[in-house]
């Protein structure tokens, strides 16, 4: 059991050192070339910790599956988000809003699987083709929100995330926290 939870902390380790490296400038041109298209499902893998015996606790990985459906950018996207608050305020000036509508699935890899996992804003995060994040808009996006789910083993939700990005950035990238990149064009 000891060995089963070094083995899996190594390989967590070597998923986020991996992702660490690929998210440098110099493997950029690589991600952009290798995101996956709207519409494709990506799978990857999760770690969990929780409560145990150790000082970081007890750890369950959890596979999941993404995909973005739709993509809206622009005026669509901002009478999207007029309509869901009147709060919303338009993009400064010389940006713009996309919408992605995300299907997110989460599955256990074993027992005992009763981890749950909520979707947070910083779980993803959009980057220019000059490998540049753009920081999370503060809007309330259209229903459903992906954003503030909880996901328990076997759910599949979808639901719209909210980005800001330069109106002259014509080939955004979206990365999800598990390494995952996609395409928002």
Do not use: C, H
Not at 47 to 73: H, P
Not at 91 to 96: Q, R, T, V
């Amino acid at each position: 059991m000891k060995n089963n939870s070094i083995i899996a902390l190594i390989l967590t380790l070597l998923v986020f050192t991996l992702g660490a490296v690929s998210a440098t400038p110099i493997a950029f041109s690589a991600i952009t070339r290798n995101a996956n298209s709207i519409g494709t499902t990506v799978s990857g893998m999760i770690n969990l910790w929780g409560a145990g015996a150790s000082e970081y606790g007890v750890e369950e990985l959890y596979d999941v599956k993404i995909t973005i459906l739709e993509v809206l950018r622009g005026n669509e996207a901002w009478a999207r988000l007029q309509e869901a608050s009147a709060s919303n305020k338009p993009a400064k000036d010389g940006y713009e809003y996309i919408l992605a509508r995300i299907r997110f699935e989460f599955y256990s890899k074993g027992t005992p699987g009763n981890k749950v996992y909520t979707m947070k804003r910083d779980d993803f995060k959009v980057y220019s083709k000059d490998n540049q994040a753009y920081e999370a808009p503060s809007v309330w996006p259209p229903k459903p929100e992906l954003i503030g789910k909880i996901f328990r083993s076997g759910d599949s939700y979808e639901g719209w995330v909210p980005f800001l990005v330069a109106q002259e950035d014509e080939k955004p990238l979206m990365f999800f926290f598990g390494g995952i990149w996609f395409e928002l064009f």
